[in-house]
């Protein structure tokens, strides 16, 4: 796989929430959050089928290192055999044919390691970008529903401003429909206050969560417990 890919993921997966979500807001639109997703998503199916196909290759690499390394055993048995016989030349031969098959056997060894490593790796990414993107996901309606309470209450304020200018000249029914007005709006402030709190708060605690669960599966994946243990 292309090492530009793979920078390209790691980019996806390191990306700042907060940053992301300040940006939304600033500009009152989530289509900044909505480009991560698109770009994540298509970068997620793409690992998918990359780590496919190295899983594929890491499985063909250890069978052909397995019947190398058991031809050889078996052709290192055969010579001691042929030595005991006194069938020197034949003994010779397959030493020859011994060393070319060790030989082989240490390169199909030595590839099928590095792409188990490059494996590894893909999956380990591939797991954190879907937590990544879960987390996008989850908080792009959270900022969707407080930008939404932001734009009532802009709207709100306008109205409050054009009664301002009605209740100036006396009318108390308008000075009366202000003061309510304000009341709702100073509870508005409080939700948006209250939702704006949550808002990091979820966002801190997921990142948090995803940061382990890619640890503990990580420690999983090496001690080689099952699904069942890890859930245990």
Known sequence: ??????????????ANLHGMVDRALES???????????QAE??????????TTVGGSVKTLKRKY???????EKLDRDIDTLLVKGKNDLAAAAQADLNSKQQLAQEYYEQWQ???????????MKLKLEAKLTTIKQEREQVKALLELAEA?????????????????????????????????????????MATGRLADRID???GYSEVDAQLEERRRRLNLGGDQAQS
């Open 114 to 124: 590095s792409q188990e490593q490059q494996y590894r790796k893909m999956m380990d």
């Open 66 to 72: 397995d019947d190398f390394s058991a031809s050889a």
């Open 1 to 14: 796989m292309a090492q530009s890919f793979l920078e390209k993921v790691n980019t996806l997966i390191s």
């Open 28 to 38: 009152n639109s989530v289509k900044v959050m909505d480009e991560y997703i698109r």
């Open 42 to 51: 298509r970068n997620l199916d793409d690992l998918e089928d990359s780590a």
């Open 153 to 193: 209450k802009r709207v709100t304020t306008k109205t409050i401003k054009s009664l301002d200018d009605l209740a100036g000249v006396g009318d108390e029914d308008v000075s009366r429909v202000v003061d309510s007005i304000r009341a709702r709006l100073d509870r508005e402030d409080a939700k948006l206050e």
């Open 205 to 207: 605690e997921a990142v």
